[in-house]
């Protein structure tokens, strides 16, 4: 990591572990090689990237070709209406690796190793938040890939279409944070695969990601319009012109999903990033 002596003057400093001060500049250094180091450990355990594309691939299939026949869409064709429900599935499963990565680093010390360099406490938790956004859009990359081979394809342009994936990716990488801290109160790699799955399997499925809310019972129907998922996905759809003509719910989130899934993960970041960031600081204390 590289270090700098003193701050230039009128330069914006950071506290450093020790009490010595950094430029930002040497703060964004400290991401980047955290980050790298991140990205060096997916090619060295490529298990990780090739499960975390073969879910995806699977539930396209899956629900496109086995279930797809028997599953109407008012005013749409299903599979234009599934994808935007598996990207959403996916990028949000995807964001649980920073708690998973988190609590490995901890339970094997890894942190303990990084105390004792002279680097921001904030940077290893941006640079396992960014590498997980690399995996996201590498993930993303190949699902729409798959999609467009099982008939998918975006309607609004391309300026639509690369703001559905930036809207994606910016939930994803907000939801990671929640993951991160999770991942360090827990510090237990197998309770945060658990919890993930339990929390967010049901949270997936009971949204619009691959059937009509409509048709749910109305408890579920309410709980699912209002779920952020349900947002998150409608607003992908929206904008890579796959809602066909399939009635909208008529609740803000819904009507609104775009504004809600931004200021939603705007939300997040701004209260879960320095919490996660403060309590690891704690944990690393220790």
Request: proline share 5%; no cysteine.
């Amino acid at each position: 990591m590289s270090t700098q002596s003193a701050p230039a003057r009128g330069a914006t400093t950071v506290d450093r572990p020790g009490g010595s001060g950094a430029t930002l500049a040497t703060w964004a250094s400290d991401v980047r090689t955290v980050t790298w180091r991140n990205l060096i450990k997916f090619r060295r355990n490529p298990e990780i990237m090739l499960f975390a594309v073969l879910q995806p691939i699977m539930f396209v299939l899956l629900f496109s070709q086995v279930y797809g026949g028997s599953i109407e869409i008012e005013g749409g064709d299903y599979t234009d209406y599934l994808m935007a429900g598996i990207f959403g599935q996916t990028v949000l499963f995807g964001s649980t690796f920073s708690g998973y990565q988190m609590a490995q680093d901890l339970k094997e010390g890894m942190i303990d190793r990084f105390r004792t360099l002279p680097m921001h406490d904030s940077a290893v938790l941006f640079g396992r938040t960014n590498a997980d956004l690399v995996l996201n859009g590498v993930s993303m990359v190949i699902m729409m890939l798959s999609g467009a081979a099982v008939g998918w394809r975006f309607h609004e342009g391309w300026l639509n279409f690369l703001g559905g994936v930036a809207i994606l990716l910016l939930f994803s990488y907000a939801f990671s944070w929640v993951m991160a801290l999770l991942g360090i109160v827990v510090r237990t790699p197998e309770v945060i695969n658990n919890a993930s799955f339990m929390v967010l399997f049901p949270l997936t499925f009971i949204s619009n990601a691959f059937v009509q809310t409509a048709t749910m019972p109305r408890v579920l129907e309410v709980f699912a319009n209002w779920n952020p998922i349900s947002a998150l996905v409608q607003a992908a759809r929206e904008l890579f012109g796959n809602t066909g003509g399939a009635p909208t719910p008529d609740t803000f989130p819904m009507q609104n999903p775009i504004l809600t899934t931004v200021v939603g993960s705007v939300l997040m970041l701004a209260i879960f990033v320095p919490l996660a960031v403060n309590r690891f600081r704690q944990a690393s204390s220790r």
